[in-house]
């Protein structure tokens, strides 16, 4: 018996908000700053491939596995993953699976909006022709002195959680819908933009070249291990995000049309962003292995001395904004969701308190760069080591506990009531999700210590 006593009362309008809401969310800021950095840091096409293959084996059957458990559940991740443990005569606790959910959504929230802040900063000075025939050493000087001036990004990373809670607090319909619907194609146009100026000014083949030209002599265990913490990544897996949306997605929509489209544009944004930086990046001799700042001290110096380029500066660093909005509206609706659940809270108070709680923790992220910069646990600051430890071991272990509840505890039944697969199909996402997707995950980091 399946308890399906749920505090959601929302759905999804059509199939294609649900589209976007994940496609936004998932894309955020993992595909547009987080996957041309790690392109950048791992060598390119080798990094691309390996990628691609931990997409198809590894997230993509996850991805499924958390809407179906969202759906099936109809709750936040943490009470969606008890009521199905409790209707399968398991022992409550597998809840913890969801905490782990909530708990990544909590930390990445509070690190993107730091992200976010740089955005806003970058947009005001496009637009009032700081970065004009900048070079690219007055362009770093700018970034460092930015990320060191606690009180302007203070203001900014305030301001972008507040726009993020009242989205939030107008609910699923009249809030996050009414966003994705305009924030996501606005992102697609403007990515579509960048890629079209660099093919107009002979910049595209040089980016092409290094994102899908592989180089085997430099592929390494590091390559694998980065390949497959961004496949998690860039799909939103293991954040309560999907499961979250799953639970608000009607029963006569296909989950697996969902899932393909999700990561086809996933994929497909993640793979335009790089194409988009790169040949800027090498046509303005920028080193792509710099890291997360990498697209903050390259796109500004790209449009500096062109003709409107303060506009497609600024152009780029909103639709970033909007990037991480989008994420981070994802991240905050599971820990309301569950807090509505849990308390007598309704949805303002609920988005209220967790705002505050967020924002507070949001300034170890914030000062980690500033008046705490000193301040380091294993060489890192705070900003850094949340980023580490998600990446490396919580969405990991997550997602690994994902599957295993689903192909081996989960009543077979429940999930293929979700899916309606023919049975071969489903046998096929079931046995990669229970072999495949599993081990690849255990030996991938058990390999990260060694």
């Known amino acids: 018996m399946l308890f399906r006593i749920s505090s959601l009362t929302e759905k999804w309008s059509s ?9 936004s969310a998932s894309v955020g800021l993992g595909n547009i700053w987080k ?11 080798d990094f691309v491939i390996t990628y691609l293959i931990c997409v198809i084996f590894v997230g993509f059957p996850l991805l499924i596995a958390e809407i179906v458990i ?10 969606a993953m008890r009521n199905l443990a409790l209707s399968n005569g398991l022992s409550k606790y597998w809840e913890w699976v969801g905490w782990l959910g909530i708990f990544s959504a909590f930390f990445i929230f509070s690190y993107y909006n730091v992200i976010g802040a740089w955005t806003i900063d970058y947009i005001i000075n496009s637009l009032n022709g700081t970065f004009q025939h900048i070079s690219s050493d007055k362009l770093e000087a700018h970034f460092n002195v930015l990320i060191s001036t606690p009180s302007k990004l203070l203001l900014y990373y305030s301001g972008m959680i507040v ?20 924030f996501f194609p606005l992102m697609i146009l403007i990515l579509l933009s960048l890629i079209i100026y660099s093919i107009m000014h002979h910049y595209f083949q040089s980016g092409f070249d290094f994102v899908f030209r592989p180089n085997f002599f430099q592929f390494t265990r590091h390559t694998i291990l980065s390949a497959m ?4 990544f860039s799909l939103g897996v293991g954040m309560g995000i999907i499961m979250m949306y799953g639970a608000y997605l009607p029963s006569t929509v296909s989950i697996r049309s969902m899932a393909l489209w999700i990561t086809f544009i996933d994929v ?7 194409l988009a930086i790169f040949p800027i990046v090498f046509a303005h001799g920028i080193d792509p292995t710099i890291g997360p700042s990498l697209i903050f001290k390259s796109i500004p110096l790209a449009f500096s001395a062109l003709p409107g380029g303060r506009l497609m500066s600024a152009a780029f660093f909103f639709m970033l904004a909007m990037a991480s909005i989008t994420a981070t509206i994802g991240l905050l609706e599971p820990i309301v969701a569950l807090l509505i659940k849990r308390t007598s809270l309704n949805r303002i108070w609920a988005t209220l308190l967790a705002s505050l709680v967020l924002w507070i923790v949001g300034l170890f992220s914030l000062f980690s760069f500033n008046i705490w910069s000193a301040f380091k646990i294993f060489n890192r600051n705070f900003f850094e080591l949340i980023d580490y430890v998600l990446a490396h071991f919580i969405l990991s272990l997550s997602g690994l506990l994902l599957a295993i509840f689903v192909t081996w505890f989960l009543n077979r039944s429940q999930s293929q009531a979700e899916l309606h697969l023919k049975p071969m199909v489903f046998n096929i996402w079931f046995y990669t999700l229970r072999y495949i997707t599993s081990f690849g995950i255990i030996i991938i980091v058990i390999t990260s210590f060694m």
């Open 15 to 23: 199939k294609w908000t649900f589209i976007f809401a994940c496609a």
């Open 35 to 45: 996957f041309p950095y790690s392109v950048g840091e791992n060598g390119g096409g």
């Open 70 to 79: 969202g759906r099936r559940g109809q709750e936040n991740p943490v009470d």
């Open 163 to 182: 726009f993020t809670a009242l989205v939030i607090m107008r609910g699923l319909n009249k809030g996050i819908e009414k966003i994705v619907l305009i």
């Open 229 to 232: 913490y961004e496949a998690l």
């Open 268 to 274: 497909s944004v993640a793979l335009l962003a790089a």
